[in-house]
């Protein structure tokens, strides 16, 4: 049996928590793995996995915390783990730190970030560790990242992050829409574009809002909704008042009816500065949104342009507001895309298809033994 400690030091809960819950279930049903996680104790992701599989909890983010690293080590041993797989950059200098203590056990580094690795001593020494046994990058963007900061292709798979379209089977996006409508009191009949992430200045909301006020100045009949939390919630929210977006843009807050919520859109508009993939695109297609995103990243590997979804520009409003602008005109058009984008998120990036790849990863380096 092949035993996996997945290592998080998050506190709260966005796209790598998720994928690390898709896997770690999906991984039920294979008899020759058993999964552990450590999280912190008092995070989101230790209440969501202590239910799931054996958990250990952690004291701190500390990425190099001496006793916290002992300890994963003793727990190791006790429970014949052979595998760590750290799941966010801080506890890949954890992880490293652990093997110090129990040098046997083999490192997997997921990679889930696009944004190129820092330059200190630190940082280099962490990405060209002898310590780490391989990388695993959720695109094909981060791998080639990875290879030009100098990680070696060979110590790199590319498994693409993926999310289920069982939670949006049976919705009817006009039913989910007249229920939202009524719920927000705002028009179900204009088109509603807008997104269901956090509020950070990764997503870009002020390009989105920006965009907003160019449709509005142009008389189109539109609503922008976004769904979420973040550390620019007041900012984005005070940007929106001073653009004089009120009665154009409502602020839904953090929902557990993501499957819902996006359904009633019409559009989903993610202008990121940068994404490691950005799975909520892949959540807008199974709910059938025609999607407008930034070519960053490993979004292009999704929406391909005028097939799957229209590409902009990062950081640009105007064509954020045109391509929209596009799809209002031509629902040929946004049927069409969002058609070929759900044969090509089913072909290409499938939940079954994401485990499988990381179990591949994880027997290989078993097998080297």
């Given at each position: 049996?092949?035993?996996i400690?997945?290592?998080?030091?998050?506190?709260?809960?966005?796209?790598?928590?998720?994928q690390?819950?898709?896997l770690?279930?999906?991984?039920?049903s294979?008899p020759?793995?058993?999964?552990h996680?450590?999280a912190l104790?008092?995070s989101?992701?230790?209440a969501t996995f202590q239910?799931?599989?054996?958990t250990?909890p952690?004291?701190s983010?500390?990425?190099?915390?001496?006793w916290?690293?002992?300890?994963?080590?003793n727990?190791?041993?006790?429970?014949k783990?052979?595998?760590?797989d750290?799941q966010?950059?801080?506890?890949?200098?954890?992880?490293?730190?652990?093997?110090?203590?129990?040098p046997?056990?083999?490192l997997?580094v997921?990679r889930?970030?696009?944004?190129?690795?820092?330059?200190?001593?630190?940082?280099r020494?962490k990405?060209y560790?002898?310590?780490?046994?391989?990388?695993?990058a959720?695109?094909d963007a981060?791998?080639?990242?990875?290879i030009?900061?100098?990680?070696?292709?060979d110590?790199i798979e590319v498994?693409?992050s993926?999310?289920?379209?069982?939670?949006?089977?049976?919705?009817?996006?006009?039913?989910?829409?007249e229920?939202w409508?009524?719920?927000?009191k705002?028009?179900?009949?204009?088109?509603?574009f807008g997104?269901?992430?956090?509020?950070?200045?990764q997503?870009?909301?002020d390009?989105?809002?920006?965009?907003?006020k160019?449709l509005?100045?142009?008389k189109?009949n539109?609503h922008?909704?976004?769904?979420?939390?973040?550390?620019?919630?007041?900012e984005?929210?005070?940007?929106?008042?001073k653009l004089?977006?009120?009665?154009?843009?409502t602020?839904?807050?953090?929902?557990?009816?993501?499957?819902?919520?996006l359904?009633?859109?019409?559009?989903?508009?993610?202008?990121?500065?940068?994404?490691?993939?950005?799975?909520?695109i892949?959540?807008?297609?199974h709910?059938?949104?025609a999607?407008?995103?930034?070519s960053?990243?490993?979004?292009?590997?999704?929406i391909?342009?005028?097939k799957t979804?229209?590409l902009?520009?990062?950081?640009?409003?105007e064509?954020?507001?045109?391509?929209i602008?596009?799809?209002?005109?031509?629902?040929?058009?946004?049927?069409?895309?969002i058609k070929?984008?759900q044969?090509?998120?089913?072909?290409?990036f499938?939940v079954?298809a994401m485990?499988?790849?990381n179990?591949q990863?994880?027997?290989?380096l078993i097998?080297?033994?």
């Open positions: 049996m092949i035993k400690l997945h290592l998080n030091t998050e506190h709260g809960w966005r796209g790598g928590e998720n690390m819950r898709l770690i279930e999906g991984m039920k294979q020759d793995f058993e999964n996680v450590a104790a008092n989101d992701c230790f239910s799931i599989c054996p250990l952690l004291i983010r500390f990425a190099y915390h001496i916290q690293a002992k300890k994963i080590a727990y190791c041993r006790l429970n783990i052979q595998i760590l750290a966010t950059a801080r506890t890949h200098s954890l992880a490293i730190l652990v093997k110090l203590f129990l046997e056990l083999k997997v997921h889930r970030v696009d944004n190129k690795p820092g330059h200190s001593i630190l940082s020494k990405y560790s002898p310590k780490v046994n391989s990388y695993i959720i695109s981060i791998k080639n990242i990875l030009n900061t100098g990680v070696k292709s110590k498994v693409k993926a999310v289920p379209d069982l939670p949006y089977l049976g919705l009817n996006k006009k039913t989910e829409k229920m409508a009524k719920q927000l705002i028009d179900g009949n204009a088109i509603w997104n269901a992430s956090a509020i950070a200045h997503k870009a909301y390009v989105l809002l920006h965009a907003t160019i509005v100045d142009k189109c539109i922008c909704l976004i769904a979420g939390t973040g550390p620019q919630e007041e984005i929210k005070s940007l929106s008042s004089g977006l009120s009665n154009h843009v602020f839904v807050g953090f929902t557990k009816e993501i499957p819902s919520f359904s009633a859109l019409d559009i989903l508009a993610v202008p990121s500065n940068n994404e490691g993939l950005g799975t909520i892949l959540e807008g297609i709910a059938g949104c999607v407008v995103a930034s960053v990243g490993g979004i292009p590997e999704m391909h342009h005028q979804g229209l902009i520009p990062p950081g640009n409003s064509n954020l507001a045109q391509e602008i596009n799809l209002i005109e031509s629902p040929n058009l946004r049927n069409e895309l070929n984008a044969k090509h998120a089913k072909d290409y499938s079954e485990v499988k790849g179990m990863v994880y027997r290989s097998a080297a033994i």
